[in-house]
């Protein structure tokens, strides 16, 4: 349940779209990004057609099943097949 909790966090931590996190001292901060990630609502499939395969793959987790798929420079995470979120990587 932890890790759900984390995972929301950072999920209203990204609001924005284009947006990375960085941790600060006293919390976390959003910084503008140019990057571009997988938006909201797509399929596994069609992350994998418009970006490749992933570096790694970690398996589903929890009950809804969320999962990950790791990028260069970003990663994505899936509730069952869709994307919930995008999370541009400290550069």
Same mark, same amino acid.
């Given at each position: $349940? %932890?890790?759900?909790?984390?995972?929301?966090?950072?999920?209203?931590?990204? /609001?924005?779209? /284009?947006? @990375?996190?960085?941790? &600060?001292?006293? /919390? !976390? +901060?959003? #910084? @503008?990004?140019?990057?571009?990630?997988?938006?909201?609502? $797509?399929? $596994?499939?069609? =992350?994998?057609? #418009?970006?490749?395969? *992933? =570096?790694? #793959?970690?398996? +589903?987790?929890?009950?809804? *099943?969320?999962? %990950?798929?790791?990028? *260069? /420079?970003? !990663? &994505?995470?899936? @509730? +069952?097949?869709? =994307?919930?979120?995008?999370?541009? +990587?400290?550069?």
């Amino acid at each position: $349940m %932890r890790y759900r909790n984390l995972l929301l966090a950072a999920v209203l931590a990204c /609001g924005l779209a /284009g947006a @990375e996190t960085i941790a &600060v001292d006293n /919390g !976390i +901060a959003v #910084k @503008e990004s140019d990057v571009v990630t997988p938006a909201r609502g $797509m399929t $596994m499939d069609q =992350v994998a057609t #418009k970006f490749g395969t *992933p =570096v790694t #793959k970690v398996p +589903a987790v929890g009950n809804p *099943p969320i999962s %990950r798929w790791e990028y *260069p /420079g970003f !990663i &994505v995470y899936f @509730e +069952a097949d869709h =994307v919930i979120h995008s999370v541009v +990587a400290n550069s």
